[in-house]
């Protein structure tokens, strides 16, 4: 939500929840050349669903490590140059959740390689960036769990 809104409906910020085995669908708009079938939408809110929770549920290590990116990535100011402390700062913010929340071994282990890999990165290409470097990073743990 872009920030000129939340001031002007008077927020500091929006948190969006979703519950348990939610699903996205899309809204059937007149004249789509493939709308989804009510038997699909019923095995996408159903059996899949559940499928994909138990996918999820069976590798916690990946889903904690995406959620610890995706803190990192928005919690980063847009650039963050070389010899800038920004980055540091999120990253000890995120192994201080990491822990809070007993995360396992792995996981921190895997957090802590993508922030090293890109901070690495950061120094030797700053063109590259470390947001752009950790949204890459991001979307190969996300993609592991969507195959």
Not at 28 to 38: F, S, V
Not at 58 to 80: E, Q
Not at 95 to 115: D, F, H, N, W
Request: aromatic share 4%; with cysteine.
């Amino acid at each position: 939500m872009p920030r000129g809104e939340l001031i002007r409906l008077g927020m500091n910020r929006v948190r969006v929840v979703v519950d348990a085995d939610a699903a996205l669908l899309p809204v059937t708009k007149a004249g789509d050349p493939n709308p989804h079938t009510a038997t699909e939408i019923a095995m996408l809110v159903g059996a899949l669903r559940k499928v994909g929770s138990d996918v999820v549920d069976r590798n916690p290590d990946r889903m904690i490590v995406a959620r610890a990116t995706s803190y990192m990535i928005n919690a980063l100011p847009a650039r963050v140059q070389s010899g800038s402390q920004a980055g540091e700062i999120v990253w000890q913010s995120a192994r201080s959740e990491l822990e809070r929340v007993k995360a396992p071994v792995t996981a921190r282990r895997m957090v802590g390689s993508a922030y090293q890999f890109c901070d690495f990165v950061l120094h030797r290409s700053p063109l590259r960036g470390l947001r752009g470097c950790l949204q890459t990073e991001h979307d190969n743990f996300v993609n592991h769990l969507n195959a």
